[in-house]
């Protein structure tokens, strides 16, 4: 147990980033399975890895994919530290420490160039108290919990590429304390359980400029035929608000999007260690004018949890 | 309790790298009193209007009185720009996103000595949709 749990706070923090397997995403994927849709159990600490890769290459107009003689690229990948510990029956605290990759390409189209801006680091970490009043127990398979949490302005805002200073969309960080309310509900039934959860961000100002609002959702159904194998479909959505800037006029930022996402779930250890893969496709993406959507989203997660109770 | 260890075995350190990743502080940046500032010369745009797609290259001369050896920092306003490669008084720079209609961006130059002293300008772009061509 003590190599597992080091072995995971070593890849977090000692190792290079750029020598193993990364992952990413952006603020307007679905944060399910990150964020954690249920109380963590009594005396219990859950620590989870979690490895996101997000695909973004299409322009889009409104709902429509449109040409874009720039070959506009972007891939956002992500690396966060979670964890959740139950403080009694029915509330829990949780924590999640994000570092990221972001990589934006694109070519002038005049003369075929090829451009990359790049940037690298600590994100913004969310804190999050969830409270159930009505909880889960061992006859009664169901829980309807609130969360409340807040993102502190932890990631940086200011790093250049080439001695400029990049947008915002490329900094690691917001620079704003955002605050986060979230609604869930689970039901365990025989052979499967469902989430359906809704969460809203409320951003603020950092330097003139505020990220939208962000209202997700999720309808999230795990089958679990067999002790260790479990098969997942979320369907999930973010209608994101536009982003506001002061000295800017004509800013396309806004969006809503539906994504299915299939998953399995393998658990390695039983009530120890579960590890899960997620592919995420957008179905349905709507933008403001005109922007860069998403191809798909990868998400793998290792999850221990630990129990300081019997 | 299980084993006490095992909640010092996890949180010590835990708390040691959030210490460790969050710490902050100031700047160490120091004002040499008998330093003088540099002084920016011109600072040209060329071109200073192009279409969404293509590119121009902001140019800052700026000297220093005491021969110190000079940085050079961008930023833009007013709409987003994506810097390119570019030489160590140069910025290339074209636009980060596709664009509706004619914008303007204020590019900032600041020019910096290393012992405390800078010099900022600023020059004014426009981009216009490449559709509008």
Known sequence: MRGILATLISCVFFLNPFSWAQNCCVPAVPQHSVLGETVAMPHTLEIGLHYQFLCSGDMYEGSNTVNDPENTEAVWKRVSLTMAYGISMGISVSAIIPYSWKNKTKSIATTGVSIENSSAGIGDATFLVRFSPLARSFVKFRELSLGLGVKLPTGSTDLRNFGFLLPEELQPGTGSWDYIGTISYYQGLDLMDIIISGSYLMTTSHDNFKFGNQFSYLLLSNIHPEDIVEFSLALSGVIQGKDRREDLRDDFTGKRNIWLTPGLTIHAISEVLRLQVFAGYPVYQHFNGRQLGSEYNIHLTAEITVPFKN | ?133
Request: proline share 8%.
């Open chain 2, 1 to 133: 309790m299980k084993n006490p260890n095992n909640i010092r075995f996890i949180f010590t350190p835990i708390a040691v790298i959030l210490v460790i990743g969050f710490s902050c502080g100031k700047d160490d940046k120091t004002t040499d009193p008998q330093n003088s500032n540099p002084v920016i010369t011109s600072l040209t745009a060329d071109p200073d209007t192009f279409y969404a797609g293509s590119s121009s290259i902001i140019t800052v001369i700026a000297d220093d009185p005491d021969g110190d050896v000079l940085s050079y920092y961008w930023e833009a306003h007013g709409s987003h720009l994506m810097p390119m490669p570019s030489g160590s008084n140069t910025m290339e720079l074209t636009n980060c996103c596709p664009i509706a209609q004619p914008e303007s961006a204020v590019v900032l130059s600041v020019v910096e000595d290393g012992r405390g002293g800078e010099a900022r300008d600023s020059i004014e772009l426009w981009i216009f949709p490449s559709g509008s061509r």
